[in-house]
């Protein structure tokens, strides 16, 4: 076969997106000296599709056949290797891309400072942060910020304020993102009085907290029962001008007994009405009054039919914080009817809302057939997000599969387990623990102590 052949061969194959079979081509013929676009598009292809050990051999042969690589190849690889954390093989690259007169730029180190920072291994991320200076390659926010986020991860605040200081004293201003970082860290690590320090800073400095940073520190002032002050900075937020999401509605409500999600729900969804659409409440309460009750999901829907009559940008969070809270409640047959008039508007829930959802037909005790005629079963909401491409969190399948577990129907619990796994979420200790108890009361062994080794 020539050389001709062999590149439409494998061009073929990569256009169809039948890449290993490209591959397995490609390793039959590589004594031969491929075309310099047939390389670069089967590495292309390979780390598009994930596989990352055989574009990385595709490369070397590459190398060792004198072929010089693009810029984009390169940086193709340093990021896809980088998200992997194989940093080792990064830093590789980046020599044998300098070796042929390519000089990696400010991205390419970001990302490999970024690989080493998730590896926990700062030494060699501010190495390279040395030698990026040294050959000229101006960091940028996002570089500082990297490196700010593995000191902080790690526990190290005063090299993370030594890195914020160089940073100022760089002509850079330290944007939203360095101080959500360590407002965060502070309230994880119990120190929450730093973070709120850390806050007026922000403040003095005018630069405008986000809802991630009150967030933060509503929840841990919440842990501390410090009551009187969350509910301070929750009007501090509000006076501020700040919209406030879903997570914050979670905090809020766990703020406060159970039974008053709706009210809960019903606060918040006033913020973002007034807030970001501007909509006049007295309006609403004028409507109300001539109403029969005054009852807070109806004052809710008028809210929500409001909010989908104004610019839609919102309105998936307003609907989806609606559902939350009925689920958070028990309440599974409005909650089922809040999806299904969010489904006519043409609104999808958030990943949250359907995680919730799914929690509340298992603590109903539902299980797949429970429901009958158009209300969806769980295992058919479960397809609803993964055919959208959303991932549901290893949470909400160790709900189904403990449920699974407990009422015996172990083939199904082993079904949705490998779904889990072929979709993509990777499992936690947790998970684990749950299919092997699974296994264990079902008489399956075997099964139990293949995945005892695993974990």
Request: proline share 3%; charged share 25%; aromatic share 10%.
């Amino acid at each position: 076969m020539c050389v001709g052949a062999c590149d439409a061969v494998i061009r073929g194959f990569c256009e169809k997106d039948r890449i290993l079979e490209g591959y397995d081509c490609f390793t039959k013929v590589s004594d031969f000296m491929l075309n310099y676009t047939c390389y670069n598009r089967l590495v292309d292809r390979l780390c598009f599709m994930g596989y990352l050990d055989e574009a990385l051999h595709v490369f070397d042969v590459m190398m060792d056949r004198g072929v010089p690589p693009t810029v984009h190849l390169c940086k193709l690889l340093i990021f896809e290797f980088c998200k992997r954390g194989w940093v080792e093989v990064v830093e590789s690259l980046s020599l044998e891309m300098e070796s042929y007169g390519l000089s990696m730029d400010k991205v390419m180190y970001t990302y490999l400072i970024y690989g080493y920072c998730k590896s926990r291994k700062m030494k060699m991320a501010m190495r390279l942060f040395m030698r990026m200076l040294k050959v000229g390659c101006e960091p940028d926010n996002y570089t500082y910020n990297t490196l700010i986020h593995g000191f902080v991860h790690l526990g190290l605040f005063d090299k993370a304020w030594v890195l914020h200081n160089k940073m100022v004293n760089c002509g850079l201003k330290p944007n939203i993102v360095t101080y959500q970082i360590m407002i965060s860290k502070y309230c994880k690590d119990q120190k929450v009085d730093c973070a709120l320090m850390l806050l007026n800073n922000m403040l003095q400095c005018n630069i405008a907290p986000n809802v991630q940073c009150y967030t933060v520190l509503i929840s841990a002032l919440r842990k501390e029962q410090r009551f009187e002050e969350v509910d301070s900075l929750y009007l501090q937020m509000m006076d501020s001008g700040i919209i406030p999401d879903h997570v914050l509605f979670f905090t809020l409500a766990k703020n406060h007994p159970k039974g008053d999600e709706v009210h809960v729900a019903l606060t918040v969804l006033q913020a973002i009405a007034t807030k970001a659409y501007k909509i006049e409440l007295s309006g609403i309460s004028s409507y109300m009054e001539h109403k029969p009750t005054n009852d807070v999901m109806l004052q809710i829907e008028c809210l929500l039919e409001e909010i989908s009559r104004s610019q839609a940008c919102l309105a998936d969070t307003a609907f989806s914080i609606y559902m939350i809270a009925l689920c958070m409640g028990g309440d599974l047959d409005p909650a089922l009817l809040c999806m299904d008039k969010m489904a006519r508007l043409g609104l999808l829930p958030l990943l949250s809302a359907y995680n919730s959802l799914i929690k509340c037909f298992f603590q109903e005790g539902l299980g797949e057939d429970a429901k009958s005629g158009d209300l969806p079963s769980t295992l058919d909401i479960l397809n609803q997000i993964e055919e959208r491409g959303v991932k549901p969190t290893v949470a909400v399948y160790n709900s189904i599969l403990d449920c699974l577990g407990r009422q015996k129907r172990i083939f199904e619990a082993q079904k949705v387990f490998r779904r889990m796994l072929e979709f993509g979420v990777d499992p936690d200790e947790t998970i684990f623990v749950t299919m092997i108890n699974a296994y264990s009361k079902n008489g399956w062994a075997n099964e139990a102590r293949k995945l005892l080794r695993i974990c």
